[in-house]
Nanobody, 114 residues
Framework: QVQFVESGGGLGQPGGSLRLSCVAS????????VGWYRQAPGKQRELVAV???????SYADSVEGRFTISRDNAKNTVYLQMNSLKPEDTGVYYC????????WGQGTQVTVSS
């Protein structure tokens, strides 16, 4: 049974940082292209960062230069380092394959506010 467990969210200050983690079970992440997705209040879920493996990463324009996706295959874990936070980064963050064909986890809430 595939399961993603996201953590690390919380209340962040504008200009601050948060680091999200996503532990996967039931699959071997190293064979997949993985992504972090964000669902802002009242909006559809969107893809914000992708890790294709071997250092191949890509980002949505809205987070380029501020967010960094990485993975630890030995821990079956994907990370999202979020720097220079903005209020528009607020939302629930999820990880999944790209495309997101696996069951969603519960996500982790990120709120950016002063």
């Amino acid at each position: 049974q595939v399961q993603f467990v996201e953590s690390g969210g919380g209340l962040g200050q504008p200009g601050g940082s948060l680091r999200l983690s996503c532990v996967a079970s039931g699959i071997m992440l190293r064979i997949y292209v993985v992504g972090w997705y964000r669902q802002a209040p009242g909006k559809q879920r969107e893809l914000v960062a992708v890790d294709g493996g071997g250092g191949d990463t890509s980002y949505a324009d809205s987070v380029e230069g501020r967010f960094t996706i990485s993975r630890d295959n030995a821990k079956n874990t994907v990370y999202l380092q979020m720097n220079s936070l903005k209020p528009e980064d607020t939302g629930v963050y999820y990880c999944n394959r790209k495309p997101p064909t696996l069951p969603w986890g519960q996500g982790t809430q990120v709120t950016v506010s002063s």
